[in-house]
Every structure is written in C-alpha cells, then in structure tokens.
C-alpha cells in the first residue's frame, strides 16, 4: 500500500459525509457535501445520506486514500473512502444524496467521476434532485 493510502474501521457515522474511526480519528469524505443536520431541523435527505452511508460503511474495514491537503480547517482527515471497490462519495453522488464539490483541489479524474454520478442522478431525479 502507498503512503497516500491506509486502511482503517468505521467506528461511527457521524453524517452522510464524516466518520469517526476506531480509535477517535474523523474522516470527511473528499468531493461531495451532503446535508446537513443542523440544531435539530435537519434537512431535507440528511437522514437518507446518513442511513446510507451507515449501510455502506459502517463498522466496516475501508480503505483512505488522501489528496493533495491531508486535513480540514477542523482538523479532521480528508480522504476518499472506498469499501468493497466502490467510493464512498461516487455512490452518495450517484444515490441523489449530495452536491459535488469541485472548488476544492483534489483529483481531476474523481471530480470528473463524482460529476458524471450527480448527472446521473439529476436525471434520474433521485434525492436531493427529486425537488429540484
């Protein structure tokens, strides 16, 4: 394995878009944001993405791959999460269950991926898109 790459368990989903790992670390995924919880009122689909990543991810092994910046202004890791060969954020993306985020640096080929899932589930009109 690379040294821009580890494998880790999810201990917790705190989001649809951060983990905690075994051992206290928060992952938040590279390249898409999804909603939010807020102070009680969470919006619309938080639930959903959070549910989904739940079933995808959680208590599993997943493997991080880190980018260009390692942390976050909040100190948490950032990093592409994949388990069982599917990206964590590509399958949020594709399911409708949150916006790509291309002002960030990271990737060209998966800004280029995680764009073409959202397309996909705009046109399908599937969660966050169903309203739209």
Known sequence: ????EDVAVVSKVIDGDTLELAGGDR???IGI?????GDGNPEPFAV???QFTQRMVGGSRVRLQFDRERF???GRILATVQ???KCLSEELARAG???????FR???LLKKRLLAAEEEARNQRLGVWSTK
């Open 83 to 85: 388990v069982d060969g």
């Open 27 to 29: 992952v938040r995924l």
């Open 33 to 37: 944001d999804t909603p939010e919880f």
């Open 72 to 74: 976050d202004k909040y």
């Open 48 to 50: 959903e993405a959070k």
């Open 1 to 4: 394995m690379s040294a821009s």
């Open 106 to 108: 990271y990737s060209a």
């Open 97 to 103: 269950l949150g916006h790509v985020m291309t002002r």
